[in-house]
């Protein structure tokens, strides 16, 4: 029996963008009320193709440990909190 289990929630978006902004930001705010919400693994599909996944964060391992936190898209460097959420 495992110990873990994954919740899969579906949530419709019109377009695979939108989609993308609304996962990125619903896995933020979850992740800042528990400690076990796992970002970099957050993936979007089309309804009709579960099986085909989009990737939501970029995830790449960074030179100084952690996981980079921006988009799957960007094309700033990695980094593990993007810029705009950094607090001042």
Same mark, same amino acid.
């Given at each position: 029996m495992t110990d873990r289990w994954v919740i899969h929630l579906p949530v419709t978006a019109p377009d695979l963008h939108r989609a993308r902004?609304?996962?990125?930001?619903?896995?933020? &705010?979850l992740a800042q009320l528990s400690a076990? !919400? $796992?970002? /970099? /693994?957050?993936?979007? @599909?089309? $309804? *009709?193709?579960? @099986? &085909?996944?989009?990737? !939501?964060?970029? *995830?790449?391992? &960074?030179p100084s440990g952690g996981r980079c936190a921006l988009p799957v898209d960007h094309t700033s460097p990695c980094a593990r909190r993007a810029p705009w959420l950094t607090r001042r």
């Open positions: 902004i609304f996962a990125r930001t619903a896995a933020r &705010l076990r !919400v $796992e970002p /970099g /693994g957050v993936t979007v @599909s089309p $309804e *009709d193709q579960q @099986s &085909l996944r989009h990737w !939501v964060f970029c *995830d790449r391992p &960074l």
